[in-house]
């Protein structure tokens, strides 16, 4: 029903994995935490750039996932190396966009906490401006699952996250026939916790240094 490709697993992980990631997530060091305007967010692995992504040893409470996820082959042989923790309160989102050249064309989130709706739209020159009008696929990311997005629907389509605090599921939403829930259903957000683990294939091979040397 969409360009190819998503795919949708839900239950991943288990209960007893999800309370101790959101454990480790919250005891990170509060310098850890970058605060937007709407989310703050963790960066481990490194900070991606045009010029190559100096590497950062990724804690072990991450990486486990991010080898389980590389295991099942979606990255083409290559295992994760970057992770982003977002944290959404109710109310909370993300505007549509595109995700750039940066990363290997594969995006892999696992949700925690809560779920949420993640919207699809057609890119800007395809039909009207208005986000709305573009919006042409949802799908429910419940608690513990993993989502797989790949090929034009990562890089040509965007897709975010709107600012609301309930969720109504319509017809939109294609991946119903997987939850417990049905068409029409209103879902209330509470606070949720998306590990969003990828391959930045650009990578720095020696680390670099500031400052002075000792």
């Not at 490709?5 to 239950?11: C, L, R, V």
């Not at 109310?91 to 925690?112: A, K």
Request: a neutral charge; aromatic letters at 10%; one cysteine or more.
């Amino acid at each position: 029903q969409v360009p190819a490709a998503i795919y949708y697993i839900p239950n991943f992980i288990t209960e007893a994995e999800e309370e101790s990631l959101i454990q480790y997530v919250n005891s990170a060091p509060i310098p850890k935490w970058t605060q937007l305007s709407n989310r703050r967010l963790q960066n481990w692995g490194g900070l991606p750039h045009p010029k190559g992504m100096v590497p950062e040893k990724i804690p072990e409470w991450l990486d486990s996932f991010g080898q389980r996820i590389g295991q099942l082959g979606v990255f083409d042989g290559q295992m994760p190396n970057h992770v982003l923790v977002n944290e959404y309160l109710p109310g909370q989102g993300i505007m549509p966009h595109t995700d750039g050249p940066l990363y290997f064309p594969t995006v892999s989130t696992i949700t925690l906490g809560s779920h949420t709706l993640l919207d699809f739209y057609t890119p800007l020159n395809d039909r009207s401006s208005s986000f709305d009008d573009r919006h042409f696929a949802s799908f429910l990311l419940e608690r513990r699952s993993l989502v797989l997005v790949r090929e034009e629907m990562y890089s040509r389509m965007l897709h975010g996250i709107k600012e609301v605090e309930t969720d109504t599921l319509c017809e939109k939403v294609l991946n119903l026939d997987s939850s417990e829930h049905s068409l029409g259903d209103t879902l209330a957000r509470n606070t949720r916790i998306s590990l969003t683990i990828r391959v930045v294939p650009k990578v720095l091979k020696a680390k670099l240094f500031f400052g002075k040397k000792k």
